[in-house]
């Protein structure tokens, strides 16, 4: 079974610019979760997806967007990009049940300069 | 809410000695809990996880945890040092209901001296 997929790996911006990150998750997950990570802040939740719908957000500016496709693919946007969001931007899928175990991508290394 | 403290930014550990990993947790629900390991520019590798079930919780690469809730903890600990075991570790808590939510720890940075 392929892994959790996220592309690109690496991006760079500049400030004030958009960007969109993509995950495909594990086949037949249908959860997807976000997350950032920092040296500073260290790993902090964005959103979750189930089923194309936003089920859970964590405290990030309404610049930081998402949405879940009917494949269960995920998109991330960040727009008017700052400094501070440099970061790598790690995806998760999970599959049913209790278990609550979630897979991770490589993540997306996001440098804005 | 839920919150997770890992005591310890660093931990330094000989080759062969004894790694030990702390993790606290505060959960107003029976928690889920979870050790992750993250090396260098990779993704989060789950090593094992407590699920309500056996406190001990085995895990790979020689790894254990075990759920003490009198103590709220849920420690790390793997017997014998490899180098291959430096890396970070993360430990995470989740509520396990709908709208799932994971909390993870600022992490703990192990070191293994030859």
């Known amino acids: 079974k392929a892994g959790v997929t996220q592309t690109p790996r690496y991006l760079i911006k500049t400030r004030g610019q958009q960007v969109t990150l993509s995950c495909s998750p594990i086949s037949g997950h249908r959860s997807v979760s976000w997350y950032q990570q920092t040296p500073g802040q260290g790993l902090q939740f964005l959103f979750e997806y189930f089923s194309e719908t936003q089920r859970n957000k964590g405290n990030f500016p309404g610049r930081f967007s998402g949405r879940q496709f009917s494949n269960s693919r995920s998109e991330m946007n960040v727009s008017t990009l700052e400094l501070g969001d440099s970061a790598l931007y790690l995806c998760?899928?999970?599959?049913?049940?209790?278990?609550?175990?979630?897979?991770f991508g490589p993540g997306t290394r996001l440098t804005v300069l | 809410a839920q919150s997770v403290t890992q005591l310890g930014s660093h931990v330094s550990v000989s080759e062969g000695a004894l790694v030990l990993l702390r993790c606290n947790y505060s959960s107003s629900v029976p928690p889920y809990l979870f050790w992750y390991v993250q090396y260098p520019n990779q993704g989060l590798q789950l090593l094992l996880k407590?699920?309500?079930?056996?406190?001990l919780v085995k895990g790979i690469n020689g790894f254990e945890a075990e759920f003490k809730k009198s103590e709220t903890s849920f420690h790390l600990t793997k017997p014998s040092a490899h180098m291959s075991d430096a890396a970070e570790y993360f430990c995470a808590v989740s509520d396990g209901t709908g709208g799932f939510k994971t909390i993870f720890g600022a992490g703990t940075r192990l070191f293994v001296k030859a």
């Open positions: 998760a899928s999970r599959g049913g049940g209790r278990n609550n175990e979630q897979f």
């Open positions: 407590y699920t309500s079930a056996a406190t």
